[in-house]
């Protein structure tokens, strides 16, 4: 199967510094990749679309000079949060598009996710 | 117009009984129905999909069921067991949307033993 992972899993760090996560699709090439946010016992909400060599798409509210996200390749896509903030403590999901042909045209994997906390 | 509303919130299940939870959407253009099953502190999983051309599909114990006219469809869990103990989602995207993945707020299930 299509596998996405992400690194670091957890990562804690103070106030005011940057933090990046890593996507990346092991076994296929990820024309699309997608960057939710969820909350505790809420639903995924999408932060960002981004395709290959472009500039990533935000959605309505999401403040794209805090939320930095680079797909510099059909494998990687990087989300930075800088200058981190409490309220940006949150369980950060990338997802990735397989563009191949050889799946569902709009079938997503995700990765494990990543906890940031900011202290 | 591009909500997808899920029903229930939570649900509780005796072991071996069905599972079914209910999603709605207003958006026509809406053409792929992925359901997803999430366990505490992991990423979504793809469980089952379904596009609107077909009313029902099957996937073991997983069924989604679909109705059109209605901008209805709903999961099926058969013999749900205590190993489905997860949140649920429903979603909804478009093609032309970027693929984008609209995702429903969740049914957390408890199968009791």
């Known amino acids: 199967g299509a596998v996405v992972s992400q690194h670091p899993s957890r990562v804690i760090c103070k106030s005011g510094t940057s933090v990046k996560i890593e996507c990346r699709s092991l076994?296929?090439?990820?024309?699309?990749m997608f960057w939710y946010r969820q909350f505790p016992k809420q639903s995924l909400m999408l932060m960002a679309t981004?395709?290959?060599?472009?500039?990533?798409?935000?959605e309505q509210g999401v403040e794209k000079d805090k939320f930095l996200i680079n797909h510099a390749s059909l494998t990687l896509s990087t989300l930075t949060v800088t200058s981190a903030h409490p309220e940006d403590s949150s369980f950060y999901i990338c997802?990735?598009?397989?563009?191949?042909?050889?799946?569902?045209?709009?079938?997503?994997?995700f990765g494990p996710g990543t906890r940031l906390t900011v202290l | 117009q591009q909500q997808v509303k899920q029903s229930p919130q939570s649900l509780i299940v005796q072991k071996g009984g069905i599972s079914i939870i209910n999603c709605a959407y207003e958006?026509?253009?809406?053409?792929?129905f992925p359901w997803y099953q999430q366990f505490p502190g992991k990423g979504p999983a793809l469980l089952i999909a379904?596009?609107?051309?077909?009313s029902e599909k099957k996937e073991g114990r997983f069924t989604i069921s679909f109705n059109k006219s209605a901008k209805q469809f709903s999961l099926h869990i058969m013999d749900s067991q205590p190993g489905d103990s997860a949140t649920y989602f429903c979603?909804?995207?478009?093609?032309?949307?970027?693929?984008?993945?609209?995702f429903g707020a969740g049914t957390r299930l408890f199968v009791k033993a």
């Open positions: 997802s990735a598009r397989d563009g191949s042909g050889r799946r569902t045209y709009n079938e997503q994997f």
């Open positions: 076994d296929f090439q990820a024309t699309t």
């Open positions: 981004s395709n290959e060599g472009s500039k990533a798409t935000y």
């Open positions: 958006n026509t253009a809406f053409d792929y």
């Open positions: 379904i596009r609107p051309d077909v």
């Open positions: 979603a909804a995207s478009i093609r032309g949307g970027g693929f984008k993945t609209i």
